[in-house]
């Protein structure tokens, strides 16, 4: 079966502080992507990645970098962490780059920035 | 940028009557997704329809499609507690596309 893992469920750190969120997913599926997620504003997308060392900005880059050095692990780097930046994290892979494909998602982080 | 909308926001039905949920979009697609999310998990893919299918069927699921209105409709039949959950559309609008997302819409199942 299909398993994406998020390093924290919950995570709280201070402002200014650089953060790292990580994702594994065993599936040896080429893409993955990080999301936000917010109350009545949906999933929007932070980044994500076609293949390994591979990246593209999605809609809300700003504030965050990413990091994909091994075609299973995906990490978000949030570099001088913000309040408006406390939120859930979400990590999915999907098998290849065709949209006809699922995302698999894993359970989030709440990350909140004190 | 938002491109699916659900409606209603929030639903609250008995156990064992169907719920409805709605799902308009604004461009051409190439596919609409439809996921499931349990509070505070993730999201769990629920069904697929292409642009050229008008109706699709998982088990209790019913995801219809009408291009020409662009909107979507998922009916759950005789839902049960554990369909409590909130449930997003997602629409690709070309085959390599990344996907949009709307708001969601939070179903509550009653005993």
């Known amino acids: 079966d299909v398993k994406v893992t998020q390093s924290s469920r919950y995570l709280v750190k201070r402002t200014g502080e650089k953060v790292f969120l990580e994702c594994v997913q065993d599936m040896d599926h080429e893409n993955m992507f990080w999301y936000r997620q917010d109350p009545g504003l949906g999933l929007r997308l932070i980044y994500f990645?076609?293949?390994?060392?591979?990246?593209e900005k999605g809609d809300i880059p700003e504030g965050y970098s990413v990091s994909r050095e091994k075609k299973e692990r995906f990490s978000l780097i949030l570099e001088s962490a913000s309040t408006n930046q406390t939120s859930m994290y979400l990590c999915?892979?999907?098998?290849?780059?065709?949209?006809?494909?699922?995302?698999?998602f894993g359970d989030g982080t709440r990350l909140s920035i004190l | 940028s938002q491109q699916g909308e659900e409606d209603p926001q929030a639903l609250s039905i008995q156990e064992g009557e169907n719920a409805t949920m709605n799902c308009s979009y604004k461009?051409?697609?190439?596919?609409l997704q439809w996921y499931r999310q349990n509070s505070g998990r993730g999201l769990v893919h629920l069904i697929l329809?292409?642009?050229n299918e008008r109706e699709k069927h998982s088990g209790r699921l019913r995801v219809t499609l009408d291009t020409s209105k662009k909107s979507s409709s998922l009916l759950i039949t005789a839902s049960r507690a554990a369909d409590t959950a909130s449930y997003f559309c997602?629409?690709?609008?070309?085959?390599?596309?990344?996907?949009?997302w709307g708001a969601g819409t939070k179903l509550i199942i009653k005993p």
């Open positions: 997602a629409t690709a609008m070309d085959s390599n596309y990344q996907l949009i």
């Open positions: 990645s076609y293949d390994v060392k591979m990246k």
């Open positions: 999915a892979s999907r098998l290849f780059t065709n949209s006809n494909q699922p995302q698999h």
């Open positions: 461009t051409s697609i190439n596919n």
């Open positions: 329809i292409r642009s």
